[in-house]
């Protein structure tokens, strides 16, 4: 029997930038439950995650704990080599 190849594993390691990319993925629908969302915007070259909140996250009063104990630490769970999140405009 032939084993199977998944054509998105190719035995490359993550860049720095996609494995954040896939914490924010998971993060997500729990921010999409409440009426909001984050986009990444990029990662600097000192591992600050720049992301930008939407929808009821943009503005509300509990957007930088929702950065702080949310994104953050479980960006920082994931991968440990992130410095902070930050929010842009």
Known sequence: MADTVNPNDTGAEKTFEEKVGEVIEMVRPALQ????????????EDKTVRVRLQGACRGCPGATMTMKMGI????????PDVKQVVAVA
């Open 33 to 44: 439950g409440h009426g909001g969302d984050v986009q990444l915007i990029g990662v600097d």
């Open 72 to 79: 953050e630490r479980i960006l920082k769970e994931h991968v």
